[in-house]
C-alpha cells in the first residue's frame, strides 16, 4: 500500500467538503455539485470517520467550520486549486494540438506574415490559425500566443528568442516634399523638417534620435516633431506631406511600389530593423509555431 493511499483521506470527499465550506450550508453545496443533500452529508460524515474529528457544527440551516474544519479547509481548496489548475492547462494544450496562436506586430503582420499565411495554411490543412496583429509590446500583452513577430532585443528572460531576418531602415516622405530636399540630402537637411516619431518605443525600434546622434546633428529635442502612437499613422501622414518617417523596408515597400512614399536616398541604417520570434519559456513549444517561424525564415531569406 502506498504512503499517499495510507495517509489521505478519501479524496472523493474532499470537493464536497470544499463546496460545504464555502457555502456553509450542504444543500447549496448539493445544489452546486448536482448531488443530493443526502449525498453530501454522508460524504462529510465518512471524512470526518476517517480523521476521527468534526469538521462543522451543524446548526438548524447551516453549518459553520471546527477548528479542525479550518485547517483541512485552507489544505484543501490549494490542492484542488493547483490539480484543476495544472488539469485545465493539460486540457488546453491538449485541445491546442491541431492550433497555433501567432502575434505580430502592425508593421510585420501585412508585409511578412500574411504573405506566407496562405502557404502555411496549405502544408497544414486541419491546423486552426489564430493571427494577433497588436501594437503591444510582446513583454507587456495579455494575449496568450505561442510565438510573436516583433522588431525587438535578442535576450529575454521571459522568452526563447529566435532571429529570424535582418532589415534596413530609411527615411521615407512624400514625392512633393521629396522635390524639397537637397541631393544627396544630409541627416542635417532632414532636421529642418517635421520628423514623424512613433512613441510606442520598445529596445529595437530604431529612432530619430539613434540617426540624429550617429549624425551629429544637434539635440533631438530642439528637432521639430510629431509624434503618434501607430506607426501606420505615421506613414499615412507622411504621404500626405505631414514630414519625414522611418521606414523599415518591407514595410514600406508596398507604398513605394504605389508611389505615394519615396525612399530617400543615400540615408540607410542597415541592420536596425532586426526581426525576432518570441516563444514563452513556459511549457512545452507549440511545434506548428516552430514550423511557421521556419517558413517564414526561408520566405525573408528569398526575399
Not at 168 to 195: E, R
Request: proline share 6%; hydrophobic share 40%; aromatic share 8%.
Amino acid at each position: 500500500m502506498s504512503e499517499f493511499e495510507q495517509l489521505l483521506p478519501p479524496l472523493a470527499t474532499l470537493v464536497p467538503f470544499e463546496a460545504a465550506y464555502r457555502h456553509g450550508n450542504f444543500t447549496r453545496a448539493a445544489k452546486e455539485l448536482h448531488q443530493s443533500q443526502a449525498t453530501v452529508s454522508r460524504r462529510i460524515r465518512e471524512l470526518e470517520t476517517d480523521l476521527g474529528v468534526s469538521l462543522f457544527e451543524r446548526h438548524r440551516y447551516d453549518v459553520t467550520p471546527t477548528e479542525d474544519g479550518e485547517l483541512l479547509a485552507a489544505s484543501v481548496r490549494l490542492s484542488l486549486s493547483e490539480l484543476s489548475t495544472t488539469a485545465d492547462l493539460i486540457r488546453k494544450r491538449s485541445q491546442m494540438e491541431d492550433a497555433v496562436t501567432i502575434l505580430t506586430s502592425l508593421s510585420l503582420a501585412t508585409a511578412t506574415v500574411a504573405p506566407i499565411l496562405g502557404e502555411f495554411q496549405r502544408s497544414h490543412p486541419d491546423v486552426n490559425i489564430r493571427v494577433l496583429a497588436s501594437n503591444d509590446l510582446v513583454a507587456s500583452t495579455d494575449e496568450p500566443f505561442d510565438v510573436a513577430l516583433t522588431y525587438g532585443p535578442s535576450e529575454s528572460a521571459s522568452f526563447d528568442v529566435e532571429f529570424i531576418a535582418d532589415e534596413a531602415v530609411f527615411p521615407v516622405c512624400s514625392p512633393a516634399l521629396a522635390k524639397q530636399l537637397p541631393t544627396p540630402p544630409t541627416p542635417a537637411d532632414l532636421a529642418l523638417f517635421s520628423l514623424l516619431h512613433v512613441d510606442y518605443v520598445d529596445p529595437g525600434w530604431t529612432t530619430w534620435q539613434d540617426v540624429l546622434a550617429s549624425a551629429l546633428v544637434g539635440e533631438p529635442g530642439q528637432v521639430k516633431s510629431v509624434v503618434f502612437n501607430s506607426y501606420q499613422m505615421c506613414l499615412d501622414v507622411a504621404e500626405r506631406d505631414g514630414g519625414i518617417a522611418l521606414g523599415w523596408e518591407r514595410s514600406v515597400r508596398s507604398r513605394i511600389a504605389a508611389g505615394t512614399l519615396v525612399r530617400v536616398p543615400d540615408i540607410t541604417i542597415p541592420h536596425a530593423g532586426r526581426i525576432n520570434a518570441y516563444f514563452p519559456n513556459r511549457g512545452r513549444r507549440n511545434t506548428h509555431a516552430d514550423e511557421f517561424v521556419k517558413l517564414l525564415k526561408q520566405a525573408l531569406s528569398d526575399d
